[in-house]
């Protein structure tokens, strides 16, 4: 690639890193709320390291991985890049949760205890606790990972308990829909499901939900979190 090409590229996704954060804040707006309490995770599965350095040369330093090895690989090369924070979101198998255990900061996918009571016990003693959020099927599909409404409790007050984890709040992926009312919907019953739980364990302070086809209405109804990826760094190969 020449290196005139390789500037035309950066300025791509500078260009769409700024789109992201200025929909971020006119969604903020329109749901009178302040945009500076919105995170937002760019999320970097299938993107080269080439990539990630572009976006943390903007400003980025949330970065979000579904895929275990290729994480870890990602994670190894951008040492140098010290203050970035990555946030694992993808399902967890448990012969990959001490690699996730060693090398992320955060954990979105977290939806049962026998995962949490792997990732407690694999966390190295030298690292700050695991932060910790509990992603919900909200809209019950069959194939997709996340536990049911009633099993939040349980699950809550086991990792409230584990030592080298800290539960921060709930991750959810709903069904997708066109539709404004659906997903706020969704978002909405989310979002009851974290004031309640904020009421047993006041320290949590995270609501991940919204990606780009549904941010506003993610926003709208208090994600403290959004996950954009295709929107940032373009379409996944």
Known sequence: MTPQLTDKYMVTIAERLTSAYVRIIKAAKNAQRN?????LLAVSKTKPCEDIITAYEHGQR???????QEAVDKIAQLQPYSDIIWHFIGPIQSNKSALVATNFDWVQSVDR???AKRLNSQRPDNKPPLNILIQVNISNEEAKSGCHLDEIDELADYI???EYLTLRGLMAIPAKSDKLETQTQYFKQLQTCF?????????????SMGMSGDVEAAISAGSTMVRIGTDIFGTRT
């Not at 945009?35 to 995170?39: A, D, G, M, W």
């Not at 904020?198 to 320290?203: F, G, L, S, V």
């Open 35 to 39: 945009s500076n309490e919105i995170t």
């Open 62 to 68: 949330q970065f979000g991985e579904s895929y275990v």
């Open 113 to 115: 205890i026998k995962i």
């Open 160 to 162: 409230s308990q584990c």
């Open 195 to 207: 004031d309640k739980l904020k009421t047993q364990y006041p320290h949590i302070d995270t609501l």
